[in-house]
């Protein structure tokens, strides 16, 4: 089911798929690589010589909270990409990158906080620390392909912790969010009008503690993240029904998770992560996969590596536009073996 491993890139996190061809990102440098791992591109680079040098090192660039984070191609091929603290425009013909916006709170978006949507805009999300919940938590919009920003939704003091995910879903043309951490904080929004105003679907408890959704045409899924904050409150799959509006668990996993996405075909895979919580079974990041939603089987696990969690959790992510792709691709981080690396697979039988 997971298919052939066919190609590692060490020392790169992959940023966005587009069918077989993929994005990748080694600190401020990226480039393009195709199924194989063969690269089509010539590396582009962005930020000043003491940044791309720091950023080099995969310690430094996970401790520093350094490197590229986001890629998202736009509609006029322009490159939408997030640093440390901002946010570039970036012709790839040319090379040239343009200072578009400065994140005012936190360092970037959570992993799958930046979207665009099928009308070309783009949506960023906050994601601070914010243990004390005394700060504002903007959602950010941009509606002339990502060349100015603006607040279009702001959670007051107190009513959040921070921004999880803001995901385009392609089968209903709606944008969705989710935000964290404690119960009251658990919450599933979604927008019908391009994010001027967003519909509280449900929230209140750890069920609806999700780091992004994967879609399918008659349901959401994701992974609770009831992540090391949350004592001994175990970790599920669950489903959304669109039709019903009702949440349904599925399967027990084995920690929070961190990532979950289709494939082309629809199947769905979901991988948790390793933060040293006491609600996690091991010491260990699991994959796990589904070709129907309803039955889940773990097809790999990778150990955490020795480094502390405050440089790098434990971590599986699978990269936006994945779901555009026949073949598996992940990025593994702070995983023995795996401390930043891209995995690609072949087609699964």
Not at 42 to 62: C, H, K, N
Not at 117 to 131: C, I, R, S
Not at 256 to 274: A, E, F, K, N, Y
Request: hydrophobic share 35%; with cysteine.
């Amino acid at each position: 089911m997971l298919g052939q491993l066919k190609a590692e890139i060490p020392n790169c996190r992959i940023l966005w798929m587009n069918g077989d061809v993929a994005y990748v990102a080694r600190g401020m440098r990226f480039w393009t690589v195709g199924s194989n791992g063969q690269k089509n591109r010539d590396t582009s680079v962005l930020g000043s010589g003491l940044e791309r040098a720091v950023s080099s090192f995969r310690i430094s660039r996970q401790a520093l909270r350094l490197g590229i984070h986001h890629l998202w191609p736009l509609p006029d091929g322009a490159l939408l990409i997030v640093a440390r603290k901002r946010a570039f425009r970036l012709d790839p013909q040319s090379g040239k990158s343009n200072l578009v916006f400065r994140f005012p709170r936190g360092n970037k978006p959570a992993h799958r906080g930046v979207c665009v949507t099928g009308e070309g805009h783009v949506f960023m999300g906050e994601y601070v620390m914010n243990l004390d919940r005394t700060q504002p938590i903007a959602l950010y919009r941009s509606l002339d392909r990502g060349n100015t920003f603006s607040p279009v939704f702001t959670f007051p003091p107190g009513e959040i912790r921070h921004i999880h995910f803001v995901q385009w879903d392609p089968f209903e043309g709606t944008l969705w969010m989710g935000t964290g951490d404690a119960d009251p904080e658990c919450r599933l929004y979604r927008s019908a009008d391009h994010g001027d105003t967003w519909d509280l679907v449900g929230g209140g408890s750890q069920l609806w503690r999700a780091v992004c959704v994967a879609f399918r045409p008659d349901a959401l899924y994701w992974g609770t993240d009831a992540g090391s904050d949350s004592g001994r409150h175990p970790n599920s799959i669950v489903r959304f029904d669109r039709h019903t509006q009702s949440l349904q668990t599925l399967n027990g996993i084995q920690g929070p998770c961190h990532g979950c996405s289709t494939l082309r075909d629809g199947t769905i895979v979901l991988s948790t992560g390793v933060e040293g919580g006491a609600n996690e079974a091991d010491g260990r990041a699991h994959l796990w996969m589904s070709r129907d939603g309803s039955a889940w089987s773990e097809v790999a696990s990778y150990r955490k590596d020795g480094l502390p969690f405050l440089v790098q959790y434990g971590v599986l992510r699978f990269p936006p536009g994945l779901e555009t792709s026949t073949r598996l691709a992940f990025t593994g981080m702070g995983l023995a073996g795996a401390g930043e690396k891209a995995f690609f697979y072949s087609e699964s039988s």
